[in-house]
């Protein structure tokens, strides 16, 4: 069983940064895959960047490129999303989650684990 807690949410002015934290708890952490969704106000949840779990392979939404890092220390038992140059339509709660990598080409992962979220506000 692994329990993730998200943290490092809260208000921003567009252009900003804000590094998210998800702490996760279980000795076997180190051998999941990790990664970070959204869900905005009345839209799906989406993804929004993955990891293996070793850390090298990492894989991002299109609309994040370039401006997101997701990174993890194992060794903490933690990963990080670090988000620079945020938008408006960055706006969402910010959901970690813990699973396998099923295809590591395309990064398509089945993710069983979820974390309550922490709410990203970015103001224009």
């Known amino acids: 069983q692994v329990q993730l807690v998200e943290s490092g949410g809260g208000l921003v002015q567009a252009g900003g940064s804000l590094r998210l934290s998800c702490a996760a708890s279980g000795r076997t952490f180190s051998s999941y895959a990790a990664g970070w969704f959204r869900q905005a106000p009345g839209k799906e949840r989406e993804f929004v960047a993955g990891?293996?779990?070793?850390?090298?392979?990492?894989y991002y939404a299109d609309s994040v490129k370039g401006r997101f890092t997701i990174s993890r220390d194992n060794a903490k038992n933690t990963v990080y999303l670090q988000m620079n140059s945020l938008k408006p339509e960055d706006t969402a709660v910010y959901y970690c989650?813990?699973?396998?990598?099923?295809?590591?080409?395309?990064?398509?992962?089945?993710?069983?684990?979820w974390g309550q979220g922490t709410q990203v506000t970015v103001s224009s």
């Open positions: 989650a813990a699973g396998r990598i099923l295809e590591y080409g395309s990064g398509r992962a089945k993710y069983d684990y």
């Open positions: 990891i293996s779990w070793s850390g090298g392979n990492t």
